[in-house]
Structure formats: C-alpha cells, structure tokens
C-alpha cells in the first residue's frame, strides 16, 4: 500500500514536469512558426525588392533612350538651320563676288572711257591750242620786228605778249604731256617714261635712272597705257612723301611677261599706308594691274624705300604696233 502511495506520489509528483515538458515544447513550436513567419515576411520583402530593382533599369534604359531622341531631335533641327544658315551665306558670298566683278569691269570701263577722253584732250590741246598759240607769236614778233625804234612803250607791250604767249606754250605742253605723252603713242613706253623723269628731275632735284631691256620693247597700246599711267602715280608719291634723293626705274621685257620695277632711297612706305582705304592712287595702280591681268607689289623698308613692281603677262603684239 505504501508503495503504490509512494508510486503515485512519485507520479504525482513527475506529472508537473511532464506538463511542463508538453508545455516548454509548444512553446518552441510556437516560436519555430513566429520565426519561420518573419522569414517569409522578409523573404517577400526581399523578392520584392529584386522585382523593384529588376524594374527600375528598365525605366531608366527608356528615359535615356527618350532623352536621346529628344536630343537627336533638338540636334537634327539645329543642323538644318545651320544648313540653311551656309546656303544664304554662300549666296551672300556669291552675290558679293559678283558685285565686286561687276564692280571692276565698270571701273576698266571707266578708266578706258576717261583714257580716251585724255587722249582726245591731249591732242587737241597740243595740235588745236598748240598751233593756234604758235600762230599768235609769230604774228607778235613780226609786229615787233617792223615797229619804229624810236616807239618804246609799243615795244614794250609786244615783248610782255611774246613773254606771255611762251608761258602759255609750256603750260598748254605740260597739260598736254599729263593728260597723255605725245611720245606714248609716237614712240613707246621708254621714251614716255624718260619726259616724265625728265619732269620728276625738274621739279623736285631728284635723280632718275632709266634702265630699259631691250630698249625699244614692243607693247600694245593698252600695256603702255597702263604701265605708264602706274609709273605716273609712282612718281608723284615719290615726290610728295617719300623724301627720295634717288628713283631708279627699270622696264624689261623676258619672254611674254613684261616687268616695271620702280624703287627709291626714301623714308620707305609703311604698313598702314599700304591698307589706308583713303589712298585712292594706290587702289588705282592695282585696279589698273589687275586690268591688264597682271599683279602689282608695293613693298616699303624703313628709311631704306619703296619698291613698286608690276608684272603683266603679254599677248603676241601686231607688227604694226606703234612701239614697234
């Protein structure tokens, strides 16, 4: 009796235990299943966020490649208005050269109309005035040469006319000679280039030297002209502003191709001269260069002087030329 007491005493006893064994292992299981719960939960985060991810690179692949087109877009219009842009300037720059063209034929045309203009003023005063004035003197000096002896005031007023009328003489030849050299057309460039260093020497004391190869060169009326009239405006720069002592001018003739150098001992033209706008005689001798269809150099050395070159390529001159 006292066992089977202390037996279930014993079991009694042992059955708190085993409660609480029953008890401690729900226990786990119910945290097994809170753990396993939060698993899921962060594993569906997880996968979520792979989904979002795996997502947005190919939202932001399609906003750059939208950027793109816009881009291209924007680009390709500005293109085309650049295109548009290059064709109204190449047709600005078209209309402008044919301006500049139309341009230098009027001024070849102008120079050749105010050439001929000169031409015909120049005979007119050395044949017409010329006569008419030598007329006049010869006239005055046979009155002169039959008056009384004793008539001193008469004499005295017909010398006055004959000294008047020699004056007019030289200034209607001087005029006649700038208008247009007699010698241009009777007996070529090299003799016209010698009166008006003649001229140059006269005026202002400074030496000229001529050197020509051959001398008697053959060229058309229009080459003569032209170089002539270069020679011209050269010459009257170096007698206004070179300060020169010294001009040497040099006319050679190498195959077809005709050269005109003249050079002085001046001051030496500068830079700024050379680009002046306002130097209207300069813009003359290369506008006449380039009518002839040559090209003109200037070139200018401080205090050493100024070298002005042409070179015009030359066309087969008839043998019935004038400088022949």
């Known amino acids: ?13 042992d059955e708190p235990v085993i409660s609480a064994g029953v008890s401690g292992q729900s226990g786990r299981r119910s945290s097994q299943g809170g753990a396993v719960d939060d698993f899921g939960a962060t594993r569906k985060r997880a996968n979520q966020r792979e989904a979002s991810a795996s997502s947005r690179p190919l939202d932001t692949h ?53 050439e001929d203009e000169r031409t015909s003023l120049s005979r007119e005063l050395h044949d017409e005035f010329g006569q008419i004035l030598t007329g006049m003197k ?60 003649r001229d140059l020497m006269k005026r202002t004391n400074i030496l000229c030297h001529i050197v020509s190869e051959p001398y008697g060169m053959g060229l058309d009326e229009a080459v003569s002209t032209g170089a002539f009239r270069i020679l011209q405006e050269a010459l009257t720069n170096v007698m206004r502003h070179s300060g ?57 050395v401080r205090r050493k002087g100024t070298s002005v070159t042409l070179s015009v390529p030359l066309r087969p001159v008839k043998p019935s030329s004038k400088e022949e």
């Open 138 to 197: 010869l006239d005055v000096s046979w009155i002169k040469r039959r008056l009384p002896g004793n008539d001193g005031l008469i004499l005295e007023r017909l010398n006055s006319v004959l000294a008047a009328l020699d004056h007019t003489i030289i200034t209607v030849q001087q005029m006649s000679t700038m208008l247009r050299p007699v010698a241009l057309d009777d007996f070529g460039l090299r003799d016209a280039a010698e009166l008006a260093a």
């Open 244 to 300: 020169a002592h010294e001009v040497t001018i040099i006319l050679k003739k190498r195959k077809d191709v005709f050269i005109m150098e003249i050079s002085d001992d001046g001051k030496g033209i500068t830079k700024k001269d050379l680009v002046n706008p306002r130097s209207i005689g300069l813009t003359g001798m290369h506008e006449r260069a380039h009518a002839l269809g040559g090209t003109l150099a200037i070139m200018g």
């Open 62 to 114: 399609e906003a750059l490649e939208q950027r793109v087109r816009q881009r291209t877009a924007q680009l390709s219009e500005l293109n085309e208005l650049l295109r548009q842009e290059i064709a109204e300037r190449r047709k600005m720059e078209a209309a402008l050269q044919d301006s500049r063209e139309r341009l230098r034929h009027l001024s070849i045309h102008l120079q050749k109309i105010r």
């Open 1 to 13: 009796m006292h066992y089977l007491a202390g037996t279930q005493n014993v079991a009694s006893a």
